[in-house]
C-alpha cells in the first residue's frame, strides 16, 4: 500500500512526459509519411544540410506542441465550464477518469482494443476543414511556414492525441490542461525530431508490434497504477475523520 502514496495524477506533467515518450511508436508509424513529405517540400539544399534540415523540423514540431499546448488549455476551461455548470468532476472521478483514458491508450497501442479509432474518425470531420490552409504554406521557404505547417499538424486526428486531451478535460483548469499536452508533446519530440533526420532509414522500423505492445503494456500498468492510487487515497481520506475523533475521544 506503501506505494500508493506517490500518485501520477499529482505529478500530471511528468506523467504524460512519461505517456509521450512511451507512445512515440505510434507517432512514428503514423507521421513517418507526414514528415516524409514535408522533408521532400524543401529546397535540395536545405534537404541535404543537416542544420537546416534539424531547424525546419524544429519549426514543424514546435508548432505542432503549440496547438496541443493551445488544445490542452482548451481542454481544461472546457473541464472548468462543466464545473461551473454544475457538474462535480470530484478528485475521484477526475482521477479515474483519466486513468481509464490511459488504459484505453494502452489497449489502443496493443492493437487490442480499437476504441480510441471512433474519436478518430470524430476528428478526421475537423480535419478536412483545416488542412486545405496548408496548402497556401507550400513549398516551405523559411522556417517561419514550417512552424504554421506546424501547428496545422497537432490537429491532425490521433487515438494518442485525443487520450490525453480528455486527461486535460479532466483537470479543470486551463494551465493544467495546457501542462498535461505539453508534456506529451515534449515526450514525443525527440523521437519525431530522430524520424525528421534518418527517415528513410528508420521508416521501416517506426511501427514494429513488439515495441508497440510493449510500449501499451506501460500505459497500461500506468493507468491502472493511477486507478488504484487515487482509490486508495480516497479511501485513506475518508477514513481519517473517523479514526481522528476516536484519538480525540481517548484523550
Known sequence: A????????????????????LGSSHCLGMCSGIVGALNMGLEDSRRQSRFYLFAFQLAYNSGRIIS??????????????????????GPLPGKLIAAAFMVA????????????????????????????????????????????????????????????LAWSLTTASVIDGALVMLGFGLGTLPSMLLLGGLITRYKGRAGRPLIRSLAGIAIIVLGLYGGLS??????????????ASIDLSRR
Not at 14 to 21: E, M, N
Not at 117 to 126: D, K, S, Y
Open 2 to 21: 506503501e506505494i500508493f502514496r506517490l500518485m501520477p495524477a499529482e505529478l500530471g506533467f511528468l506523467t504524460a512526459l512519461l505517456v509521450g515518450i
Open 68 to 89: 496541443y499546448v493551445c488544445i490542452g488549455a482548451l481542454a481544461g476551461w472546457l473541464g472548468s465550464a462543466f464545473s461551473w455548470s454544475g457538474f462535480d468532476w
Open 105 to 164: 491508450l494502452g489497449l489502443y497501442l496493443t492493437n487490442w482494443w480499437r476504441g480510441l479509432a471512433l474519436l478518430e474518425r470524430a476528428g478526421a470531420r475537423l480535419w478536412k476543414h483545416i488542412q486545405p490552409w496548408g496548402r497556401g504554406l507550400l513549398p516551405v521557404q523559411h522556417p517561419l511556414q514550417a512552424l504554421l505547417l506546424g501547428m496545422l499538424w497537432g490537429w491532425l486526428p490521433c487515438g494518442l492525441v485525443y487520450a490525453v
Open 230 to 243: 487515487s482509490l486508495y487515497s480516497h479511501q485513506q481520506q475518508h477514513h481519517l475523520p473517523g479514526s
